[in-house]
């Protein structure tokens, strides 16, 4: 996908800080040191000038100074500009490094503030820096994400966490529940709806019109014919072969193991795993600095890196900016993609479509 910006607007990115003492302004200033980013998208900030006044400090081999335009408001925002609302008390304190009661406090009032005016109108795209999720629990946040926290905020019966890198996009079935409680999680039902769910996403939101998505089993060996397990069986194979029915093209259930092992994720378009580590940990080792976790079955579109808040290198100039660039772009090429999905749609966009059909293929369990 390009970084384009569709009918010539200016996108409004709005970024929220996260966890003030990890390393999300650190990847937020970097990722937006160079001038030259600014000419593509105008940044909102949500957090504090005195946090990012602090990191910017201690930030080495910066081109130019940084002066951020302080704002009460997106709609104050200026092009061109890195833009800071101010939603922070000026008295906020910072310890890198550190989990504290302030910081997650600062983490949700930044993400809060951000909500209420992607709500609004006021930005058009939404990218979330790391916070702490035990500190936040701590706090009284209520959820284990922001995934949660936006599937409950934006009133929608479900969501779907991608990761998305150029070369993979991986979906889970389950996501932030411990995994003794996966077993029980999955249903015929729930892989049917996210397998729905995260080829709607493809074609909407990444511009591909006919997406190959791999299942992947749940045990070992995918059951090794039902000595391990027997979940592939009685509950991933029904579910592809209806989901088939309903004309996804979806394959599988696939062993993971062999899967990743040999490759074979490149010829899907994505990927949809029972749980949050089967898909997640494969993801990371093959595509960390270049990750994007995306949240498909939102009305807006929100991004943010793949990796925590790194504490043990927070205020020592280590973060990588990467995955932070990565997120801000891919939220502003899904942003692009709806528009001209949805102009498309509405018979705005005068493309003609080839006559072709594709049959999709029943499912089977591949060891």
């Not at 899907?268 to 600095?289: C, E, N, R, T, W």
């Amino acid at each position: 996908m390009g970084y384009t910006m569709a009918n010539d607007k200016k996108i409004i990115v709005g970024i929220t800080q996260g966890d003030g003492n990890g390393i999300g302004y650190e990847v937020i200033i970097k990722a937006l040191a160079d001038e030259r980013i600014l000419e593509m998208f105008t940044p909102v900030i949500y957090g504090s000038s005195k946090i990012f006044g602090f990191y910017k400090k201690l930030i080495h081999n910066l081109d130019k100074p940084l002066s951020p335009n302080v704002i009460n408001s997106a709609s104050e925002a200026r092009p061109r500009r890195i833009n800071i609302v101010n939603c922070l008390p000026d008295n906020v304190y910072v310890e890198p490094g550190q989990s504290t009661p302030e910081s997650a406090k600062s983490a949700m009032i930044a993400l809060e503030a951000a909500v209420r005016d992607i709500k609004a109108g006021a930005i058009d795209v939404l990218v979330t820096a790391p916070f702490n999720k035990r500190a936040m629990a701590n706090e009284g946040f209520g959820f284990t994400g922001h995934t949660e926290y936006l599937e409950k905020e934006f009133g929608v019966d479900q969501v779907c966490m991608i990761m998305v890198s150029p070369s993979l996009k991986v979906g889970v079935v389950t996501g932030h529940i411990p995994l003794k409680e996966v077993p029980t999680s999955i249903s015929k039902d729930k892989i049917v709806s996210k397998l729905k769910l995260l080829n709607a996403s493809m074609v909407r939101d990444f511009g591909i019109a006919t997406p190959k998505i791999a299942v992947l089993g749940l045990n070992p060996h995918c059951g090794d014919g039902g000595l391990l397990g027997e979940e592939e069986k009685n509950i991933i194979l029904p579910a592809v072969q209806e989901a088939v029915a309903d004309g996804i093209m979806a394959f599988g259930p696939y062993s993971p193991d062999g899967f990743f092992g040999l490759g074979n994720y490149a010829k899907f378009d994505a990927v949809l795993a029972m749980y949050h580590d089967q898909g997640l940990i494969p993801f990371k080792a093959l595509a960390f600095s270049e990750g994007v976790n995306f949240t498909a079955g939102l009305p807006i579109v929100r991004t943010s890196p793949d990796h925590g808040t790194a504490y043990e290198m927070a205020g020592r100039d280590e973060a990588d900016p990467r995955s932070m660039m990565a997120s801000i772009f891919t939220a502003m090429d899904v942003f692009n993609a709806r528009q001209r999905h949805d102009d498309l749609e509405d018979g705005k966009l005068n493309v003609k479509l080839p006559d072709t059909e594709i049959k999709p293929r029943g499912g089977k369990i591949i060891e």
